[in-house]
């Protein structure tokens, strides 16, 4: 009998999914892996079969987190989103989900085209043509300094903290020794912020921010109230999750637009068809490095049409899911068009579904749009097969992304 095979899969450099996904779907039925923490799993790919696992309570992942470590080199408590179910996760989840509703990201999207504006400002200094590094100069920037303010985090302290979630967020590049010491200091960090926010709501001056309101929460039974070391888990959670995925993704996006020329100009011509490419993206690009989020099963059920018992271990892939052609026809295609697109799981399904996805889709449809606007000349000044990829870390992405632009000489009357 033949082994399971290791997960993570082996992949190429590039957006796509591992090949392996499409054997699987095609199969449809549960697959046998071993997963870098020694254990067992099944791989569930088919759409309907991973959207019953993300919202189904029979699937837990606080108790495959209690079984082995987590799949990021960090201790269970600094993920409290992540490794949680109900009631726990629903709690923490209730008390950080206004600041992330659709009215609220509405609110935002003046200051979010504000920012945008303003680092492509500092991207052209006035030049009409010139080279630029889009990673560090807006793909990150960008949603990091609105997490920040969302959050209350002062931007002088970004690059300080984005050099500490690098390490976190890291599934090979860094030891253990280093990820605690990185954990060690965001939590300080957040100790010593979370205090300035309390003290400044104690003299009657409270900032308009969610790490205040998480502080100064009031008015809950005991068993509801956050406690301090889950507000430090959160603040730093949600400012990794805030930009990490989207500042990787949005640069994978430019990478299909500038390989993709017509699909840029076409943008550039009729921007209302920016929020549907940014679907389309979204559903055919691999984001996730390390697969899925293991869950252990509580209860005896069937997925794939095969028996799974109680104790064992499943894995959801949404990014085989994504390319499921029972949900989505011809689904190795990049269509801008597509009409179901709104059905993928880039965000997740149900009670994991992202807290931040408003945000990100904001995000995503103002920085391509802006840059569209800004540079009707936009490529790569490198080769795409020369590009360097985030292979070393939980989201996938590009380390860097150097760009030849040039700018419109004449304006409109």
Request: aromatic residues 6%; proline residues 8%.
């Amino acid at each position: 009998m033949t082994d399971p095979a290791r997960f993570p899969f082996q992949v190429e450099p590039g957006p796509r999914p591992p090949a392996e996904y499409r054997e699987l779907l095609a199969a449809g039925t549960p697959h046998p892996v071993l997963l870098s923490s020694g254990r067992q799993a099944l791989l569930i790919t088919r759409y309907d079969d991973v959207t019953t696992v993300l919202g189904d309570d029979r699937f837990s992942r606080a108790g495959y987190a209690a079984l082995a470590r987590p799949l990021l080199a960090r201790d269970t408590d600094s993920l409290p989103l992540i490794t949680a179910d109900a009631p726990h996760h629903t709690r923490r989840r209730r008390s950080v989900l206004p600041a992330f509703t659709a009215r609220r990201v509405r609110r935002l999207l003046p200051r979010l085209q504000e920012l945008a504006d303003h680092l492509l400002d500092e991207l052209t200094a006035g030049a009409g043509s010139g080279v630029a590094e889009l990673v560090d100069g807006y793909t990150v920037p960008f949603p990091l300094r609105v997490v920040c303010e969302v959050l209350g985090v002062p931007v002088a302290d970004s690059a300080t903290l984005r050099r500490e979630v690098d390490i976190l967020m890291s599934t090979s590049g860094h030891g253990t020794e280093e990820v605690a010491a990185a954990q060690a200091r965001t939590d300080d960090y957040f100790a010593g912020l979370v205090a300035v926010k309390r003290r400044a709501a104690e003299r009657g001056e409270p900032a308009d921010d969610v790490l205040t309101q998480l502080v100064t929460r009031s008015g809950e039974a005991p068993g509801q109230r956050l406690s301090h070391q889950e507000v430090l888990a959160l603040g730093s959670g949600m400012l990794m999750a805030g930009y990490e995925t989207t500042g990787n993704f949005f640069a994978m996006c430019l990478v299909r637009l500038l390989g993709q020329p017509g699909l840029a100009a076409r943008l550039r011509a009729d921007p209302g068809l920016i929020p549907g490419a940014v679907e389309e993206m979204l559903r055919f690009t691999s984001l996730n490095n390390t697969g899925g989020v293991p869950h252990l099963v509580t209860r005896d059920t069937v997925l794939g049409g095969c028996p799974v018992r109680a104790g064992q271990v499943v894995v959801p892939i949404t990014d085989a899911a994504n390319r499921d052609p029972a949900r989505f026809e011809d689904p190795d295609t990049f269509d801008p068009d597509r009409p179901d697109v709104a059905a993928h799981l880039a965000f997740g399904h149900g009670r994991h579904l992202c807290l931040g996805a408003e945000l990100a889709r904001a995000e995503l449809r103002i920085g391509i749009a802006s840059l569209l606007r800004r540079f009707p000349v936009l490529e790569l000044d490198v080769k795409e097969d020369e590009l360097d990829w985030r292979r070393t870390m939980f989201i996938n992405g590009v380390w860097k992304l150097p760009v030849r632009w040039a700018v419109r000489t004449e304006h409109p009357a």
